[in-house]
């Protein structure tokens, strides 16, 4: 027989009976969305990790944030429920090819882009995230610094800090990095007047021609300051949810074909009602990596 399909409030109820919260990151599903305790960035998703006292934190987003909230907060069950929830450009630099990479610039500061693996943070005297990169670079005071494995965010980092020598990995995000200025040019010819909002995921010509560059939090706050009639979005579909509640008058665009991030997409209601009730997915990180890594995740969460 096949099982009824998750409610909302059923999943409401077996969070508490689990003394669990449910983290939601901003590109989720509506539906998720919907039971979700805190909705955020990445950089808010790991500082309320760090502060959480429930028992378990369901995890709806990607591995690299499930275990950033595990490494935060060690004590307690992280469940991410869609094991093969992943993010490709965290794949793309391991932690051997960083110590291969470190090994050519010795003494050189290295900061890497939470979107990246447990093992990599371990070698990483600094993490950041879209919404802190370029204060955590600054706050470096270094004049070169090693960067990874996104290189626009990297590239959108150098642009703000000239003084800074930015060494960049050559990694990116598939969803964002497709984007062309001519797409944005075309959105722009169709709604003139209405500014354009960038994820630093973007490729420099595209955040070049953005009227802001913004983590998906700081959009949403962006846009119900800004009261305008349309603003063009550039960035995961997923925000859109988000967007329509934080500025219910503004009309949002997004890109034609809409920019859709699989991984982000797997997690449905049912995934989430299924790991409270099993207490399944439970992410875990080695002690010795996880020990190596919160230094770089704790300076991340303290700047910004
Ligand atoms: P934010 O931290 O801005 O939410 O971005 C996370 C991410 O994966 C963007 O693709
Ligand atoms: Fe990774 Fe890009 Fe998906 Fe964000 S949108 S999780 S960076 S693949």
Redesign the pocket.
């Known amino acids: 027989m096949t099982e009824p399909l998750a409610t909302p409030a059923e999943v409401r109820l077996l969070a508490r009976d689990r003394h669990a919260v449910i983290f939601a990151?901003?590109?989720q599903r509506a539906e998720v969305q919907s039971v979700a305790d805190v909705v955020?960035?990445?950089?808010e998703l790991a500082r309320r990790a760090a502060a959480v006292s429930a028992e378990v934190i369901v995890l709806a987003g990607?591995r690299f944030m499930a275990e950033t909230a595990k490494i935060l907060a060690p004590a307690k069950t992280v469940l991410l429920p869609r094991s093969d929830a992943g993010?490709p450009?965290a794949d793309m630099i391991t932690a051997d090819q960083l110590s291969a990479w470190k090994a050519e610039h010795p003494g050189v500061p290295v900061v890497m882009y939470?979107?990246s693996s447990a093992e990599v943070k371990a070698l990483t005297d600094v993490c950041c995230?879209?919404?802190n990169a370029v204060e955590v670079v600054r706050s470096l005071g270094a004049d070169k610094v090693l960067f990874g494995p996104d290189r626009n965010l990297g590239a959108w980092i150098a642009a703000q800090l000239p003084e800074v020598e930015m060494i960049l990995w050559d990694g990116y995000?598939p969803?964002?990095d497709q984007v062309t200025l001519e797409r944005v040019r075309e959105a722009k010819a169709a709604h003139p007047g209405a500014p354009v909002i960038a994820?630093p995921?973007c490729r420099p010509d595209v955040t070049a021609e953005a009227d802001a560059v913004?983590?998906?939090?700081?959009m949403l706050r962006w846009s119900a300051k800004a009261g305008e009639p349309e603003i063009i979005v550039v960035?995961?579909g997923g925000l859109l949810t988000g967007l329509a509640k934080a500025a219910p008058e503004t009309r949002f665009i997004g890109l034609t074909p809409p920019m859709l991030?699989p991984n982000?997409k797997l997690t449905r209601l049912d995934h989430v009602r299924d790991a409270l009730r099993d207490l399944s997915g439970a992410v875990s990180v080695p002690p010795d990596v996880a020990a190596a890594a919160r230094g770089s995740l704790e300076r991340m969460t303290a700047i910004g």
């Not at 955020?40 to 950089?43: C, K, N, Q, T």
């Not at 913004?214 to 700081?218: F, P, R, V, Y």
């Open positions: 990151h901003n590109y955020g960035d990445s950089l990607v993010c450009m939470v979107n995230t879209s919404a995000c969803v964002h994820h995921e913004l983590s998906t939090s700081q960035t995961e991030c982000m």
